[in-house]
């Protein structure tokens, strides 16, 4: 028999049995949408990270902190005021500073270009248009981060002005402002302790509003954002006199062309920093989407394995039901070969619609996309749900072959029927 | 010319054995109707299956056009079975899900005959047969008589040498069955196609050229054109 033909005559037998066909496609279906879903969710996954870490700047440069693990074998003996590694920050309890020394330490090291040092400050009261004093915490904008925004618009790269202010929108309603545009350039005052136990203020300029952070993995934090520049000044005002400088982090850029990694093994050889690289920030997150692409396609697999039963059962009835027909067939001349080919192209075309039926029910939750965006106040056009086409194919065709395989033994017992006992009608 | 030469078929073993066919011998001609005649399980059916290659007897020879078809490989006697071999059976094995042209080109398929070819002998078949308007009908609406003719213009679809019925009117009204008979015996005058016809029916029997009576699995008589010949006569009084 041609192949063709072959292929028909399963075509036309499954939709004879349009009730069986169908459940038993559904069955695989629902692995094959789990997948799907989950390459989908995967894609977009990784896409959107790429665009929200690519926007929080360049693969060449190195975050270092202080290292925060208790070292046996670290000085723990009192220090003098003004010693190297003494508290300098109002605020600084356990966790060591940077120094002075740490940065020309690594500006030092080979392959490093810029060392742009982080200030750390402590606000005491924020207060805006005539408002009451509120807490807040206030935090230097040193990176590309990205921030979003309700209203108004950063530099380049992300980038604060000094005198500017990113206001932190949950503080809307208690500075009074009606909504996030009027808040624009309006001022924010705020209240630092000062080196002697007083406080000073400083004014700044609302130059935008932040907004819920579109990552659904991003936790939100309602500070207020200011640049280095003035991070600096303040807290050149908040250190004792004499005292030497102190920062929160070092922003280090590798110099181009450099293995950013090396640079960053240097960097850890050099004291005790921690660094990190944001292509290493950038990996960390990604496997997290692709521990959840993974677990959700495990379960989808899970699903596909137990829909491999109900082909082989759904075949088996079939055989059992059309022994007569196999039985007439094979008295007509045909081949074993061909029989067993009929019900293996049976079991491939319910593979081909359980995939496609799954991939096609994927897809229409993609078109749910907007709503997912809404669901967790992403930018508007964000797309976390992304259609992975040549994975699909990949995957209707994968479970074409799996459903021949699992179609293999009932097929086998259709071509070793003999047609002497099918046609027998006693 | 078919030869069946001391064709025995056993079923079970042992103290269970039994001899369906027991040293089967007889020589048909081409073109001849023949019926094998006797009671119901002579042996007729079993006879017929072995003739036609879907059985294989332990010992004896089937020779068709001078080949055993008992010594040939199982796809040669596939390809000899879609190739030069019609069937017809009592309970019609139509495809009742299928279309009446779909049970009709199933065969040509088997053949892998090519497919611009097929339509034409498809229709040809059903023409034969006064099936052709129902060409698109399912087979399952049929009546009886209807989906015999359809077995019939599917056994004749490939323009078969040899056609085997097995008791092909035992399932119809004689009315119906007298149709079915005028269409096996004119197809088989006109086109000079071997036919056989297992039957219990003696009136049908009488119709054909040879007239081959089994009984309990053995030759018991063969008549040609009426004169009948003692086949255990011939054999020196083995019975
Ligand atoms: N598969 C089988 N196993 C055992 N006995 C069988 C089998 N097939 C047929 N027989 C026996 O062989 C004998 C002949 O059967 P069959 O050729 O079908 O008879 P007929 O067609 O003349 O009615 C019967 O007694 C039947 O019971
Ligand atoms: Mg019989």
């Not at chain 1, 508290?87 to 742009?116: F, N, Q, W, Y």
Request: aromatic fraction near 6%; glycine fraction near 8%; charged fraction near 25%.
């Amino acid at each position: 028999m041609k192949t063709t033909d072959v292929i028909r005559r399963a075509g036309r037998n499954l939709r004879q049995a349009k009730a069986r066909t169908i459940l038993t496609s559904l069955a695989i279906g629902v692995g094959a949408f789990t997948i799907a879903l989950a390459m989908a969710a995967g894609n977009g996954g990784r896409s959107y990270l790429d665009s929200v870490v690519s926007g929080a700047g360049d693969l060449r440069t190195i975050q270092v902190s202080p290292k925060f693990d208790t070292d046996p074998n670290a000085d723990t003996k009192p220090k003098k005021v003004g010693a190297e590694e003494a508290p300098t920050s109002p605020s600084a309890s356990t966790i060591r500073e940077l120094t002075p020394k740490d940065r020309s330490k690594i500006a030092a090291i080979d392959g490093v270009e810029k060392v742009s040092p982080v200030f750390g400050v402590e606000a005491q009261a924020v207060e805006a248009n005539g408002s009451d004093k509120y807490q807040g915490q206030v935090k230097v904008q040193y990176d590309g981060t990205a921030i979003d925004l309700t209203a108004g618009k950063l530099g380049s790269n992300n980038e604060i002005l000094p005198g500017q202010i990113v206001l932190p929108h949950v503080y809307l309603d208690s500075f009074g402002f009606k909504n996030a545009e009027t808040a624009l350039d309006k001022t924010v005052t705020v209240t630092f302790a000062n080196a002697f136990g007083g406080t000073f203020t400083k004014e700044f300029k609302i130059v935008a509003v932040d907004a819920k952070p579109t990552s659904p993995l991003a936790f939100y934090n309602n500070e207020f954002r200011i640049s280095n520049k003035d991070g600096e000044e303040i807290a050149k005002m908040q250190r004792p006199e004499g005292a030497p400088e102190g920062y929160y982090a070092f922003m280090v850029t590798a110099r181009q062309g450099v293995n950013v990694d090396t640079v960053k093994q240097k960097i850890l050889d050099a004291g005790s920093f921690s660094a990190m690289t944001f292509a290493e920030m950038r990996t960390s997150i990604m496997q997290m989407v692709n521990i959840v692409q993974y677990g959700l396609m495990g379960f989808g697999a899970l699903a596909i394995l137990a829909s491999i039963f109900g082909i082989i059962n759904t075949q088996y009835i079939s055989v059992l039901e059309r022994t007569q027909q196999i039985g007439l067939m094979k008295a007509l001349g045909m081949r074993r070969r061909d029989v067993s080919r009929l019900f293996r192209y049976e079991a491939a075309w319910i593979g081909f619609l359980g995939g496609v039926i799954g991939v096609v029910l994927a897809f229409l939750v993609t078109l749910l996309n907007p709503v997912i965006t809404g669901a967790f106040d992403l930018e508007s056009g964000t797309e976390l749900l992304q259609m992975d086409w040549l994975m699909s194919a990949v995957l209707v065709v994968g479970l074409m072959l799996i459903a021949i395989i699992s179609g293999y033994f009932p097929s086998r017992k259709a071509a070793k029927l003999d047609p002497i006992e099918a046609l027998r009608t006693e | 010319m078919i030869e069946v030469k001391n064709v025995t078929k056993t079923y079970g073993k042992k103290q269970n054995a039994f001899r369906a066919l027991d040293d089967v011998s007889f020589t048909i001609p081409d073109g001849a109707s023949v019926a094998i005649l006797g009671k119901s399980g002579s042996g007729k059916s079993t006879l017929m299956h072995a003739m036609s290659g879907l059985d294989r007897p332990e010992t004896g020879e089937v020779l068709v056009d001078g080949v055993d078809i008992l010594k040939l490989k199982s796809k040669a006697v596939d390809t000899f079975r879609s190739k030069k071999i019609g069937f017809i059976f009592q309970s019609f094995f139509v495809q009742a899900n299928e279309s009446v042209y779909d049970n009709v080109s199933l065969p040509l398929e088997i053949a892998k005959a090519p497919k611009r070819a097929r339509r034409g002998k498809v229709m040809k078949a059903l023409e034969a047969v006064e099936l052709d308007e129902k060409v698109r009908s399912k087979a399952r609406n049929l009546s009886g008589g209807q989906k015999q003719r359809l077995a019939i213009a599917r056994a004749i679809v490939n323009e078969p040498r040899i056609i085997f019925a097995d008791e092909p009117t035992g399932n119809l009204d004689s009315v119906t069955g007298q149709r079915v008979e005028e269409l096996l015996f004119g197809y088989n005058k006109e086109k000079g196609v071997t036919l056989v016809i297992v039957t219990h029916d003696e009136d049908l029997s009488t119709r054909c050229d040879i007239v081959i009576t089994v009984k309990d699995g053995r030759v018991e008589s063969i008549s040609e054109n009426g004169t009948k010949k003692s086949v255990v006569a011939k054999e020196g009084g083995r019975a």
